[in-house]
């Protein structure tokens, strides 16, 4: 729920270096919220939005693709449609299930969870590494979010929220935002069935995904070509709760488009 004043503020936050695997990111983030003006003290509500890149490069969730030697269905599409056939060997290996493999497009259902384009393999912003390297989704993205937390509650004896952030395309719209992979310290979802509208109206469907939103939202900060991988929201005020992403996704049995 936003606060009473109704505003909202997005601080990218600044100095955070190239993150390599094993780098303590905790540690990194904590220094990025003492060099950034106006981010401390941490208030109440304030939520710390860290994209999934930083994420997976500090625990090793990347894929060298000069050690990938791509199966005879991955160099054909690939050849196809102009895409690398390494990094194509790479989605499979990690689809739980391929969604639709069409026009240039694969879609597929993560070992996560999540159905996105390419299952997560994102070839963008990887460091002087790009070409070779290749980033996975984090194994269990809800755990980093909670290492993170914990680093910042150790250093700064504050309880803040954490959202692990990636950009998903969305059916029926062209464009990308910024949605939570992983989660703590907040309930990803606000649900507001038998709550009055303004009008006295009851609400019988709405439930905000208000984990995506600050993801979305905190991306308008940080940007795709800024190297600015972490940002903090304040004044968003999430419903506080130990929730995980598994929430946020519709079960089988109520998916329409399965």
Known sequence: MPTEGGRVEILALSGLPEVRAGDD????IGDALDATPGALPLEPGDVVVVTQKIV????????DLRTVEPRPEAVAWAQRWDRDARAIEVVLREARRIVRMERGVLITETPQGYVCANGGVDASNVGPASGDLVTLLPRDPDASAARIREAIRTRFGAEVAVVVSDSFGRPWRWG???VALGVAGLLPLEDLRGVPDADGRVMKTTVRAVADEIASAAELALGKTTGRPVALVRGANPPPGEGVIADSLIPAENDLFR
């Open 25 to 28: 990111l905790g540690a990194m």
């Open 176 to 178: 990308i935002v910024d």
């Open 56 to 63: 997976s490069k500090a625990e090793g969730a990347v894929a």
